[in-house]
C-alpha cells in the first residue's frame, strides 16, 4: 500500500479502567454498538485475569468484561478468622462479607494486635480516616446491585479505618483500603450528588504512597497505584497535569516489573501509559516513549506468548508510528523501516490477536482495517540471510539473502524469480532446493549469539528435525521475524489455525 493512500485513524478511545486486574484497568474498546470499520479500537489493558501461558485453555478463555480490574491483592494471603487487618483479594473480602450475617460487626471483634501509638499519632490517622470514611458513606450505586455491593465495600473501609486507628503501621490495611477507595471509584453513580471518582481515587493514591512508605516491596500495591493514576490521568484530557500524571503512573508501573519482572499484565500496561503518554508530550520526545512502550508490549508477549491484549496493543502502537512517519516521510529511529513495512507489521499483530480470541468484537473491526496491509495470501513476506539446504555450517561465503515468506502452514525460502508460494516438499516447482519449516515440526523460536555464523541479529528455528539458522537484516526487523513465527506457532498450540488461515487466504 502505498504511503500516499489515505489511511483510517487510530483513535485513542476512553478506556474503560476498571481497576484492578489490570489485565485491563481499561480494555478500551470502540462503541460496539457502531459499526465503525474506519477506526482502529485503542489498547486494551490487562486485568489480573490473564492466564498464565500454561493455563491458557483456549476452549474455557471467555471474554474477559470491560470492567477488567477486579482488585486482586497479595496471591499467598489466606484467609483467616478474626484478622481486621490481613491482606484480603477483594474476592476473598467481598466473598466474605456476603456469607457474613449481614449484621455490622462491632470494632471489638477485631483483634487489636500490633503496636500501641501515642495519642497524637492515634487522632491524625482518625482524622484521615473521618475524611476517606465521609466520601465512602456518600456513595449511592446506580442500582441495585451497585448499592449492594457498596454497602459490602462500606462496611470493609470501616474494619480496615480500624485496623489502621490501632496500628498506623499496617501496611497491609492500608494497601486494602486503598482497594477498597479505587473499586468504589467505580461504583460512583453520575446522575447523584455522591463524591467524583477522581476524589476516591485521589484518597486511594494517598492510601498507596502510605502502604508503599511503609513497605517498599508491595509490588501489587505500586501496580494497582499506577491504575489509579492512570484513571486519573485520563480525566484530563490531553493538558499538562495529565502529563505528570501519565509520568507518575509509567514511574509506579516501572517500580511493580522491577519487584516483579514476571507480569506481563504490568507490562502491558506500562506500555499503554507509555502511549498515552506519547500523545501529550512535545513531538520530539514522542518517538523515543513510542519506542519504550513497543518495548514493554513485546516483553509482555514475550512472557505470555498467547497474550492476546499486548499482541493487539503492540498492533496499535505500531499502527500509529505508521501514520506518523507517513506524515513526517521518515523511517523509525532513522533506521529503514518505511511506513508500509510498519502497517503491515501493525496487521500482522491485530490478526494474531483476533486469531487468539475470534469472537472479540474489537479485533474484529480492527481487522477489517487493517487486513489489506497484510501482504496476502501471507502474514509475512521479507528477507534473511540463509545457509545453503542441508548444510547449516557452511562457509560464511555461502550464504544468501533470500526472500521468505509465512503463512499458517510454515515458513518457506523462495529464489529469485520464483513466485510467492509455498511448496508441499523441500524443492521449488524449478527443483531447486529451498529451506521449508512446517509450523508442527518447530520446538523453539529464539535469537542467537553464534560465533561460527555470518556477522548480524541471528535466528535460530529448533525443529524435531534439527536447528536452522538466518541471519536477520537488522535488529528491528529480527524482532519481527521472530514474533510472527513465535505467534504463528502459539495460533497452532492453541487450535486456531483455522482461524488464521481464514485471514490470509480469505
Known amino acids: 500500500m502505498s504511503t500516499n493512500d489515505e ?61 477488567g480490574r477486579p482488585i486482586e491483592s497479595k496471591d499467598n494471603a489466606q484467609l483467616q478468622k478474626d ?15 456476603k456469607n457474613d450475617d449481614g449484621d455490622e460487626v462491632s470494632e471489638a471483634s477485631v483483634t487489636a494486635d500490633g503496636a500501641r501509638h501515642s495519642k497524637k ?35 470493609a473501609a470501616r474494619r480496615y479505618a ?65 491504575i489509579a493514576i492512570s484513571d486519573r490521568a485520563k480525566m484530563r484530557g490531553r493538558t499538562k497535569e495529565a502529563e505528570e500524571l501519565w509520568k507518575q503512573a509509567t ?16 507490562l502491558n500496561n506500562w506500555g499503554l501509559a507509555l502511549q498515552e503518554l506519547s500523545a ?23 512472557l505470555q506468548f498467547d497474550f492476546h491484549r499486548a499482541i ?31 502497517y503491515s507489521q501493525s496487521a500482522i499483530y491485530i490478526a494474531a490477536a483476533h486469531a487468539l480470541k475470534p469472537n472479540y468484537s474489537v479485533y474484529t473491526s480492527a481487522l477489517k482495517l487493517v487486513r489489506s496491509m497484510l501482504p496476502l495470501p501471507y502474514l509475512k513476506v521479507g528477507y534473511l540471510t540463509a545457509p545453503p539446504v542441508g548444510n547449516p555450517i557452511a562457509p560464511h561465503g555461502d550464504w544468501k539473502r533470500a526472500q521468505f515468506v509465512l503463512n499458517h502452514e510454515g515458513l518457506q525460502q523462495l529464489h529469485n524469480g520464483e513466485q510467492r508460494h509455498m511448496v508441499s516438499g523441500d524443492k521449488t516447482s524449478n527443483g531447486r532446493p529451498v529451506i521449508k519449516i512446517d509450523i508442527p515440526d518447530i520446538v523453539s523460536v529464539s535469537a542467537c549469539a553464534d560465533l561460527t555464523l555470518p556477522p548480524g ?32 506457532y502459539t495460533i497452532f498450540a492453541r487450535g486456531k489455525t483455522d482461524v488464521l488461515a481464514g485471514i490470509i487466504t480469505g
Open 280 to 302: 501529550i508530550v512535545p513531538a520530539r520526545e514522542k518517538q523515543t516513549i513510542v519506542k519504550s512502550a513497543i518495548s514493554k508490549f513485546r516483553a509482555a508477549i514475550q
Open 7 to 67: 489511511k483510517p485513524e487510530l483513535q485513542n478511545g476512553d478506556r474503560d479502567s476498571d481497576l484492578h486486574e489490570h489485565e485491563g484497568t481499561a480494555i478500551q474498546s470502540t462503541d460496539n454498538s457502531k459499526d465503525d470499520s474506519s477506526n482502529l479500537q485503542q489498547p486494551i489493558q490487562s486485568n489480573g485475569n490473564d492466564t498464565a501461558p500454561e493455563d491458557v485453555d483456549p476452549k474455557s478463555e471467555e471474554e474477559v468484561s470491560d470492567k
Open 162 to 226: 480500624s485496623a489502621i486507628e490501632r496500628n498506623s503501621d499496617d501496611y497491609d490495611a492500608l494497601y486494602n483500603w486503598a482497594l477498597v477507595l479505587q473499586e468504589s471509584a467505580d461504583n460512583v453513580n453520575p446522575d447523584t450528588s455522591s463524591p467524583s471518582k477522581d476524589a476516591l481515587l485521589e484518597e486511594a493514591c494517598k492510601k498507596y504512597d502510605e502502604a508503599t512508605r511503609l513497605n517498599p516491596t508491595l509490588h501489587d500495591a505500586y501496580y494497582n497505584w499506577a
Open 457 to 488: 541479529p541471528s535466528i535460530c528455528i529448533d525443529t524435531i528435525h534439527g536447528p536452522t539458522y538466518l541471519i536477520a537484516d537488522s535488529w528491528e526487523y529480527l524482532d519481527t521475524w521472530l514474533d510472527a513465527i513465535r505467534l504463528v
Open 251 to 266: 514511574n509506579n508501573y516501572e517500580k511493580a516489573v522491577q519487584l516483579n519482572w514476571n507480569s506481563p499484565q504490568a
Open 312 to 342: 493487539y496493543n503492540l498492533g496499535t502502537v505500531l499502527y500509529g508510528l505508521a501514520e506518523d512517519t507517513s506524515r513526517t516521510g521518515g523511517t523509525m529511529g532513522g533506521h529503514d523501516v518505511s511506513p508500509d513495512e510498519l
Open 121 to 155: 499519632n492515634t487522632q491524625q490517622h482518625t482524622e484521615k480516616n473521618s475524611a476517606a470514611m465521609d466520601l465512602i458513606n456518600s456513595i449511592t450505586g446506580s442500582d441495585e446491585e451497585g448499592r449492594s455491593r457498596q454497602r459490602i465495600l462500606t462496611y
Open 83 to 97: 484478622e481486621g487487618s490481613r491482606t484480603f483479594t477483594m474476592r476473598e473480602l467481598l466473598n466474605e462479607l
